[in-house]
Nanobody
């Protein structure tokens, strides 16, 4: 059974850090790009960062460049999103998703076609 499970969310103060994890099972991570997406209440889901499965190519949405880092450990079947210098924001649900067919930019920007998603983890940045 194909499954993605996010973890690591929580409440953090502005300027703080969190590391999210996306653990995959039921398929070989080596062959799939993985992306992180977020959705706040009343807003559309957006692609935050995606990482390629072959050469490690990454994509970041402009608002997180220089603050977030995506990485993968294929041996552990896990993809991480290190988030630093977090800015105040209402609670958002961060999701990860897998894709084996396209570029990371297409995955992160035009993600409506993605079929395999995790259940999400909540992130709140507030004092």
């Amino acid at each position: 059974q194909v499954q993605l499970v996010e973890s690591g969310g929580g409440l953090v103060q502005p300027g703080g850090s969190l590391r999210l994890s996306c653990a995959v099972s039921g398929f070989t991570l080596d062959y799939y790009a993985i992306g992180w997406f977020r959705q706040a209440p009343g807003k559309e889901r957006e692609g935050v960062s995606c990482i390629d499965n072959s050469d490690g190519t990454t994509y970041y949405v402009d608002s997180v460049k220089g603050r977030f880092t995506i990485s993968r450990d294929n041996a552990k079947n896990t993809v991480y999103l290190q988030m630093k210098s977090l800015e105040p924001a209402p609670t958002a649900v961060y999701y990860c998703a897998a894709d084996g067919t396209t570029t990371v930019q297409t995955m992160c920007v035009s993600f409506g076609y993605l079929e395999v998603w995790g259940q999400g983890t909540l992130v709140t940045v507030s004092s």
